[in-house]
């Protein structure tokens, strides 16, 4: 049997609740089996999503270390631009500085993109992560969340983290050949890890949405959308003012950790044309914090 549509899914969810109070319709068992199909990923459905994008480089694994590693060898062989690396679950994700990025199944969306820079693009790659994360942010937005971006590579949602981002490069000589861009989206309440694992407090989307979640496929079509659109305009202050109207903290103070135990405090104040954080300092000089080993928190 072949079901097609979100309206269907939806019609599952409203008999669901009709069970729920009592009514007496088909087997509940069916229906339940049913969402979880319409929950699942699958290549089949992926792909189909992904077609509507023009994007047919599709790697999908129902398990898999790090979607990055398994894109980072793709580029390097020679992956076409916009080649994406899915997988269900990740054994072994990957956050910056190898910290763990948790995955478990059938729970988050876990995808890697490859970028092959044109030249229009190349004089601004240092601007990519905020093109993921305005890409994502936005796509909350389109659900009715008020999602900030915490700069780096981090969306927040309600002041914790929802989403994660981690960019790689494959190196041609001193060129940069491709760029791997991986996301890392908690979608349903069993993505978000125990809060001993973590250094700062962690959500889902279905957490904060208090409802179900729209399906992974769905979401990815969003980011993916956001994402094709806003790197057509990669190169303009566009990009860096949209970016800047979604930092958290924003005129607010914050402290940089700047590795070891070197710290700036400030209010932040925006971003650089390239991406660069800019900060007042106490002595009301502006500080700029380049891309790196920094954690931003909110100050006292
Ligand atoms: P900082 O806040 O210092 O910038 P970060 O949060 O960006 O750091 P990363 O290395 O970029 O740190 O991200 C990895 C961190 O994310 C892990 O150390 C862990 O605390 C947290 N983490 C791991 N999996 C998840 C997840 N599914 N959801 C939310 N947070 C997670
Ligand atoms: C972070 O917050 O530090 C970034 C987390 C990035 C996680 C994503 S999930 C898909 C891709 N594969 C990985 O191993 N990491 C990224």
Redesign the pocket.
């Known amino acids: 049997m072949h079901f097609g549509g979100e309206a269907i899914y939806l019609t599952i969810q409203r008999l669901l609740t009709a069970l729920a109070h009592g009514a007496s319709v088909v087997g509940k068992s069916t229906l339940l089996a049913m969402t979880e199909y319409f929950k699942s990923m699958n290549e089949h459905s992926l792909k189909k999503t992904l077609s509507k994008l023009n994007i047919d480089g599709l790697r999908y694994f129902d398990s898999i270390g790090s979607t990055n590693d398994e894109a980072l060898a793709w580029a390097a062989a020679g992956a076409p631009d916009l080649s994406i690396v899915i997988a269900d679950e990740q054994t072994n994700?990957r956050?910056?500085?190898d910290?763990?990025?948790?995955?478990p199944k059938g729970s988050?969306l876990a995808f890697s993109l490859v970028l092959r820079p044109t030249a229009t693009l190349r004089p601004h790659l240092s601007r990519t992560v905020g093109l993921a994360a305005l890409s994502i942010a936005e796509s909350c937005s389109g659900l009715g969340l008020s999602a900030r971006i915490?700069w780096p590579?981090?969306i927040l949602l309600n002041g914790k983290?929802?989403a994660?981002i981690?960019i790689e490069t494959v190196w041609s000589g001193d060129d940069v050949d491709s760029l791997v861009i991986g996301m890392?989206i908690?979608v349903h309440k069993e993505?978000?890890?125990p809060a001993e694992?973590?250094?700062?407090p962690?959500t889902s989307l279905e957490d904060e949405l208090e409802k179900e979640a729209p399906s992974r496929g769905e979401i990815l079509f969003s980011v993916l959308n956001a994402f094709v659109r806003w790197r057509e305009l990669m190169a303009t202050d566009e990009l860096i003012h949209a970016w800047e109207e979604m930092l958290a903290f924003r005129g607010r103070q914050v402290q940089v950790?700047t590795g070891g135990d070197s710290s700036i405090i400030g209010e932040l104040l925006g971003l650089e044309s390239d991406g660069s954080l800019r900060l007042r300092d106490a002595n009301d000089k502006s500080v700029i914090i380049r891309f790196g080993d920094?954690?931003?928190?909110p100050g006292a």
């Open positions: 994700g956050g910056r500085l910290r763990k990025w948790f995955t988050g915490k590579n981090d983290k929802a994660g981690l890392g908690n993505s978000v890890p694992l973590l250094q700062f962690a950790q920094v954690s931003l928190r």
